[in-house]
């Protein structure tokens, strides 16, 4: 082992340390840290922003403008790359660290790496209370940045010099783990960020993380197979853990050698294409007919990759076979066992293609796979009929957005949302193309997602066309990085549904009896309720004033003839159109449980409770 060492500051010696953390999984080797974001203060500026500035020939610095936009553009990227490459992302001291709250848990809860490099108070104490400290009277070591904790795979604070070295290993073992990963936080106080020390030289030198692929352990593998061959209605749910192994080809090659039917979940979308004969589209409360009308009758299902939320299991309510299984296929234990499910835990690929060798000649039933194709049919005609307007002089309705989008997207675009209205719509509605393509973050559905991830798309998939879909509300949340899509000159798309409200929660709100209260963007009435006149905003002129390119459309053609146009574009560009506020979406094809009020004097709370009461009845706990 070498004795040489190097005299850096600490903020230096992390800064050159993640430029050479690279994975490897089947042979091929990615960059680890494929940049930084920062937005800079007074706890980060003089210790990692300087050493961006020292190491600016191997660390890519991205200039962001708001702390939660930058980790959500790291996630983007990061699912973009397959979890095989993310970014950094520092702040001060601060707001700028508790901004980062909502990014981190985003990121835990789906399951996808980002490094986080909030600056800290000082860890001797020397300037004490600092501008932007949280004072805790009986804990002198807590700061804000403890707020991250709960939402971080790995946490640690870097308190001495020496103390990086282990964190940082730590921390990139959790990043690169696949069934661990999530938002790692090094807190870094600003005085040990630009404490010198003297480091060891193999501190530098290039370390390989290699992604594992764990095989089934074969007794778990045999008790799968033998519930798969015994069950005569078989219901494969695919989740976002397909995406992360890579592991399309294998699923399709099980559902061709089967004919195992296939519905996915928000995160699993496109693990098949939507022409396969076997995928069944969405499944659960956003689902499709075809695909929940077999969840309910499945007597197996076979779950690869999935959390199984309430919105796939329709909070309890969908699976109703009464000698209904699982079979969980995950990398993670936790999720292998949910459901009382016989487990088989390990890499979506591996275990899947282990699968289709053990059931060499095993088939459905012909008369189920006619079913099922039968119901595929069906659903098609009517999502057919929710996406095509009746003319192109039409105003067109949300679903009929999605038609024109539909028609000008090509294999290779990715289109991203989060909140609002329109994940159920892309669930039930989108035909999807590609693996990548469908790209909805629906495990904390965060409004502001879909900007700041079309920058971190673009930059994973350069030349790629990306779609953000929002809505007016989602829109005002959070549209700060269009500056930043100008800045680094990104071409993505934001296409701007203007329908003046929260639509997704108004309907919700109108369901539970709650009657809309604060879900529409209008004046206040002589009664002082906010029912008056939309109000007189213009966020396409806003757009524009951030840097977009903005084209307008107002009826059907008008907006096909707009999304050809921003999709040739060169530039970050907004296609703007307000929409008839007509519901031509198919209804849930499932329940989910929000509870309402037992007792109230409202006759639509009372009514919404009355219906709360017959479907919560339904919910099984599956032992």
Known sequence: MSTATHRLTVAQALVRFLSVQYTERDGARHRLIAGTWGVF????????????????????????????????????????????????????????????VTGA???????LPVLLLPGDCFATHAADPLLQQLEHPAQADVSVNDTLRPVSRYFARVARPEALIPAALHAMRVLTDPAETGAVTLALPQDVQAEAFDWPAEFFTERVWRVRRPAPDPAELADAVRRIRSAA?????????????????????LADATGIPVAS??????????????????????????ADDLARTADLVIGVGTRYTDFTTASGT???????????????????????????????????????????????????????????ERWDRVAEAALRAPDDSAVPTQTQVLGALDEVVGDEDVVINAAGSLPGDLHKLWRARSPRQYHVEYGYSCMGYEIPAAIGVQQA??????????????????????????????????????????????????????????????????????????????????????????????????????????????????????????????????????????????????????RYDEESAARRRHL
């Open 105 to 111: 848990a985003l990121a835990t809860v789906n399951r």
């Open 318 to 376: 969908l699976f109703q076979h009464p000698d209904v299984r699982f079979v969980n296929l995950d990398i993670s234990s936790f999720d292998a066992h949910k459901l009382a499910a016989t487990p088989l835990v390990c890499d979506a690929r591996t275990g899947l293609t282990a699968l289709a060798e053990a059931l060499a000649g095993h088939r459905v039933d012909p008369g189920y796979a006619a079913e099922y194709r039968a119901g595929k």
């Open 265 to 290: 979940t928000q995160a699993g979308k496109g693990s098949l294409r939507h022409d396969h004969p076997a995928d069944m589209g969405g499944v659960g409360h956003t689902g499709t007919a075809a």
């Open 461 to 610: 998939a350069p030349g790629t066309p990306v779609w953000a879909l929002v809505g007016d509300g989602t829109y005002l949340m959070m549209p700060t990085e269009i500056v930043t899509a100008v800045q680094e000159d990104l071409p993505i798309t934001l296409v701007l549904v203007q329908n003046h409200g929260y639509a997704s929660i108004g309907g919700l709100s109108e369901a539970v009896g709650a009657e809309r209260l604060g879900t529409a963007y209008r004046r206040r009435a002589a009664d002082g309720s906010l029912t008056g006149a939309p109000l007189p905003v213009d966020l396409a002129a806003n757009a524009g004033s951030l840097g977009m390119d903005v084209l307008r459309a107002g009826t059907v053609g008008e907006l096909r003839a707009a999304l050809r146009t921003a999709r040739a574009a060169d530039r970050p560009t907004c296609v703007y159109v307000e929409t008839d506020p007509a519901a031509t979406a198919p209804p849930a094809q499932a329940w989910w449980d929000v509870p309402v009020a037992e007792v109230a004097g409202r006759e639509a709370a009372v009514t919404a409770r009355a």
């Open 41 to 100: 203060g007074h706890g980060n500026v003089a210790g990692v922003g300087q050493a961006l500035v020292e190491y600016a020939d191997v660390m890519p610095y991205h200039q962001g403008r708001n702390e939660q936009a930058m980790v959500h553009a790291a996630v983007g990227y990061a699912r973009q790359r397959g979890r095989l490459s993310t970014q950094a992302v520092t702040t001060s001291i601060g707001p700028g660290a508790t901004n980062l």
């Open 233 to 253: 209605r078989p219901l494969i749910v695919a989740g976002g853990g397909v995406h992360h192994s890579a592991a399309e080809d294998a699923l399709k090659a």
